[in-house]
């Protein structure tokens, strides 16, 4: 499997409702960030968590970074159909000498109005 | 309002012809990077430069691809000769540093026939 695998693929959702994405990646890492795209558009930056933090806030985002666990949590509070579109959770890896991030395969939001 | 340019937005062209993507990055930054999208592979790094200097173009396959950085205002991709296969979308992003938040272009739609 791929470092930073979103789960899960596909979330459909009700206007108001919370939406909860999962990130799990495999080796230790200096920060993760979450990056959202809409439809035809470029990716868009939403939040970085360093390996020190354990949550952030931003607006109706909220992340969570489990290095234990090598896992982190998006979750957008009180959806808007606005909020369609496909997150992606990116990190940068200590184990190679690539100072680039990695981009998992995303997790695609259905916010019905 | 800064941000990252990429033209074309469009392209369609035949096989064996030669493709060239320009990206003006964010005035500022020092870190340009490539990317590929498409819906089997998702989105994969090409390659990123450093001040100018490729820093690691492993991504990208060298027969056919190339990139470069004339000045710190442009990027270059180019495909000689294209494949069907090359059809995707081409992202260019900059930012200050390969760890940091990346900001990316609208992208360049390649349809090769």
């Known amino acids: 499997s791929q470092q930073g695998e979103e789960d899960p693929q596909a979330l459909s959702i009700q206007e108001g409702e919370n939406a909860t994405m999962n990130c799990s990646y495999k080796?230790?890492?200096?920060?993760l960030q979450w990056y959202r795209q809409n439809s035809g558009r470029g990716l868009v930056h939403l939040i970085l968590?360093?390996?020190?933090?354990r949550e952030k806030h931003s607006g109706r985002l909220r992340v969570t970074l489990d290095t234990s666990k090598k896992s982190s949590s998006l979750l957008i509070t009180a959806s808007r159909a606005a909020d369609t579109a496909s997150y992606f959770c990116?990190?940068?890896?200590?184990?190679?000498?690539?100072?680039?991030?990695?981009f998992g395969s995303g997790t695609r939001l259905q916010v019905q109005p | 309002d800064a941000r990252v340019t990429q033209t074309p937005r469009h392209k369609v062209t035949e096989m064996g012809q030669e493709v060239t993507m320009r990206c003006q990055p964010i005035?500022?930054?020092?870190?340009v990077f490539w990317y590929r999208q498409t819906m089997m592979q998702g989105l994969e790094l090409l390659a990123y430069?450093?001040?100018?200097?490729?820093?690691?173009d492993s991504g990208m396959p060298k027969d056919r691809f190339s990139a470069e950085m004339p000045d710190a205002t442009l990027a270059t991709l180019k495909i000689q000769p294209s494949e069907p296969r090359d059809s995707a979308v081409y992202f260019c992003?900059?930012?200050?540093?390969?760890?940091?938040?990346?900001?990316f272009g609208p992208g360049t739609r390649l349809l090769v026939l």
């Open positions: 992003a900059s930012g200050l540093g390969g760890r940091e938040t990346q900001y």
């Open positions: 080796t230790s890492i200096n920060n």
């Open positions: 968590i360093r390996s020190n933090e």
């Open positions: 990116a990190t940068d890896r200590r184990d190679t000498g690539r100072r680039a991030l990695t």
């Open positions: 005035l500022g930054h020092n870190t």
């Open positions: 430069f450093r001040n100018r200097a490729p820093l690691d």
